[in-house]
């Protein structure tokens, strides 16, 4: 088992006779899931990872790569929400020496509206040799990544010319529908499908993630089998107690049943720190409607034990947490002996920084046990390619399922567009006038 689901730590909140007790709702969560009849079905396309890219797609990225790594060093992605944070995740939590020599280094643009990254990134490309960019993004009219295509392409015109330009701009964006479809279409670029029902926090495993993990040098067939072994491993059974993706999404819900609001996913390894960030938007995007869901939160120690680390251990008691833990990272430091022992230190001398991180995540857990908060672990030996995709399906299957166990469309997020609506009523944006005004009147 690529994964392996430590649950000591969760009784008495939860056993065996309060999963057993959710055995039909979690069959029908998976019924649901695998007869696409539940809400949001129509968004299901992630579910077998062997059916996303259609073969001459995968080749098509795989040429893409290529030609942005013998074209630059940097490939520039623009996008936000799902149409970002997957790739991110992935290219910053794989070891960069599992990367070939080749590949470039990939930077983000469009996740926010920031003058002084925007301005900073634009000054950065100009020490570059040289630049390509992939703009991300399904409907191709969100504000953020909108703003920074128009920088970017209008950076990459005046720095190579409009024909080079277009050579260098690569659009991922929906099959027909949308802005940047018409647009990447009238100015010729290469363009990648996001398919029609994959939905953007579900996307990693499609060109969205994958042109730019490919370009990056890492290997997206790994990944890809990693997911489908995913796949088969959790889709084997819907037995609560020993199908552990279901044994994870039910003991969430079980304990935010019993008050438990927040999940609080722990790492101890700064790189996965946007793979905590691609999990928040997952659950948060999915499970926050309705007036219900888990708040997903996250940490990274043992950096937060010096400063979250006391809410956790004595603070309310309505989270749980829900350590990622690489037991065998592909690093090796080990702690020298100075000769002196005036930090005290001395009987670490010879050991290796990654069992000194071990027993701090050990600790930490029994710690915070011992202080109320429910947890458990998600453990992996050493992560990699394979490693990764597996994790990526296993989390995108317990969403699914634990909205479901919830009653909630985990493929919707209607309340994103709230914040947009009043944003472009107070720019001026034709057509909300009198939004603006009621706004105005608030202010
Ligand atoms: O998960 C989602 O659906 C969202 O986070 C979107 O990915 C995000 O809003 C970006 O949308 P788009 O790809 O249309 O620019």
Redesign the pocket.
């Known amino acids: 088992m690529t994964i392996r689901y430590q649950t000591k730590n969760l009784a008495p909140w939860i056993d065996d006779s309060v999963l057993k007790a959710m055995q039909p709702q979690v069959a029908s969560a998976c019924d649901l899931l695998r007869t696409k009849k539940g809400p949001g079905s129509d968004f299901l396309g992630w579910y077998d990872p062997s059916t996303v890219v259609p073969a001459a797609e995968l080749k098509a990225i795989k040429d893409a790569a290529k030609r942005i790594q013998e074209q630059s060093p940097v490939l520039v992605t623009v996008?936000?929400?799902?149409?970002?944070l997957g790739a991110r995740a992935v290219l910053e939590a794989l070891p960069f020496d599992d990367a070939s020599e080749d590949g470039v280094s990939v930077d983000f643009a469009g996740q926010h509206i920031s003058a002084r990254d925007t301005q900073l990134l634009l000054e950065s490309l100009d020490d570059e040799d040289d630049v390509s960019i992939n703009v991300?993004?399904?409907?191709?009219?969100?504000t953020e990544?909108a703003i920074a295509f128009r920088l970017l392409k209008a950076y990459m015109e005046d720095r190579y010319g409009k024909e080079e330009a277009k050579n260098r701009i690569y659009a991922t964006t929906d099959a027909k529908k949308?802005a940047l479809r018409k647009l990447a279409t009238e100015e010729g670029y290469a363009t990648f499908t996001?398919p029609d029902d994959v939905?953007?926090?579900?996307?990693v495993l499609s060109p969205v993630g994958l042109l730019p993990i490919a370009a990056s040098g890492h290997d997206i067939d790994a990944m890809l089998a990693g997911a489908q072994e995913a796949f088969k491993t959790y889709g084997a059974s819907d037995d609560v107690l020993t199908n552990d993706c279901l044994r994870y999404a039910a003991s969430r819900v079980a304990l935010y049943r019993q008050g438990k609001a927040i999940e609080i996913l722990s790492v101890f390894e700064p790189a996965f720190h946007y793979l905590v960030e691609w999990w928040k938007?997952l659950n948060g995007?999915s499970e926050g409607k309705s007036r219900t869901g888990i708040f997903p939160a996250g940490c990274e120690f043992t950096t937060d034990l010096h400063s979250m680390g006391q809410w956790i251990q004595e603070g309310q008691r309505n989270a749980f947490e829900t350590f990622l833990i690489e037991e065998k990272p592909k690093a090796s430091v080990v702690v020298p002996d100075t000769g002196s022992d005036l930090d005290g230190l001395g009987y670490l001398a010879g050991r290796e920084l990654s069992e000194i991180n071990l027993q701090a995540w050990k600790g930490v857990s029994l710690a915070h046990y011992d202080g109320g908060m429910p947890n458990s672990s998600l453990v992996v030996e050493t992560l990699d390619a394979r490693v990764l995709g597996n994790l990526i399906h296993f989390f995108e299957r317990a969403t699914g399922v634990s909205c479901y166990l919830q009653g909630v469309n985990p493929f919707d997020?209607p309340g994103?567009e709230a914040y947009k609506a009043n944003m472009f009523a107070l720019l001026g944006k034709p057509g909300f006038e009198a939004q603006a005004k009621a706004l105005q009147a608030r202010l």
Request: avoid cysteine.
């Open positions: 996008g936000i929400g799902g149409s970002y991300i993004s399904k409907s191709g009219t969100t990544p949308g996001i939905g953007g926090r579900f996307s938007q995007e997020q994103v």
